[in-house]
């Protein structure tokens, strides 16, 4: 498995600011992800972080809210853009082992704005 | 539309009880299948998937392609099993990308 974390851990923001989650992992990966689940809710994938281009979005984001950026195989950032209410959330960085079709979660990032 | 079903939000059971957490889905093909186990303060992880045909923490899963099911099991539940479960289908039509159902709660009382 891939050691995975996130920081920071939580965060209290208020609206209209922005606020980056950086996601480090402990081994060189092709494929990351940012997901997001709300209060009482299952997961739901953001993007898929590609290395050295631009992220691929799901259906109903888009970059200008949530910028990703993917430097390295081992480390990216989500922003989480002019924030509201709507954006409180845990937002969990993944990893999926190259060759096989697991995958692995960070911790998670809890953000609640007000 | 593809999807992943879990119909049951809460499943409370008595320890030593059998347990069967239910998962269908309306992929087409055959796709791999997980279950993914969030215990209290701890992180998304791995429990199992079909095609390893394991037996982990003597939880088992097998897949019904005529029923289009993958229903989670585990004979005599233990209090140390409650936790939020996550059927994840592999959505190989959609760049191999997993899909969460809404996710089982289970609780075992003693």
């Known amino acids: 498995s891939a050691v995975i974390s996130q920081k920071p851990s939580r965060d209290i923001c208020q609206r209209g600011t922005s606020l980056t989650i950086q996601c480090q992992v402990d081994s060189q990966v092709t494929m990351m992800f940012w997901y997001r689940q709300q209060p009482g809710q299952s997961l739901t994938l953001i993007a898929t972080a590609n290395q050295g281009s631009e992220a691929t979005y799901e259906s109903g984001f888009v970059i200008d809210k949530f910028p990703i950026s993917r430097p390295n195989l081992t480390f990216s950032t989500l922003t989480v853009s002019n924030m509201s209410p709507e954006d409180s959330s845990i937002y969990l960085c993944?990893?999926?082992?190259?060759?096989?079709?697991?995958?692995?979660f960070g911790p998670g990032t809890r953000l609640t704005v007000t | 539309a593809q999807r992943v079903t879990q119909p049951e939000k809460l499943l409370s059971v008595f320890k030593g009880a059998p347990v069967e957490l239910k998962c269908n889905y309306s992929y087409s093909g055959s796709p791999e299948l997980f279950w993914y186990v969030q215990y209290s303060r701890q992180r998304l992880q791995l429990l199992l998937r079909h095609i390893s045909r394991e037996s982990i923490k003597g939880f088992t899963a097998d897949l019904n392609k005529g029923e289009t099911s993958f229903h989670l099991k585990k004979p005599f539940a233990q209090e140390e099993d409650s936790a939020m479960y996550y059927c994840?289908?592999?959505?190989?039509?959609?760049?191999?990308?997993?899909?969460f159902g809404g996710g089982t709660r289970l609780m075992v009382k003693p």
């Open positions: 993944s990893v999926r082992r190259d060759k096989t079709y697991e995958q692995y």
């Open positions: 994840a289908p592999l959505n190989n039509n959609a760049g191999n990308m997993l899909t």
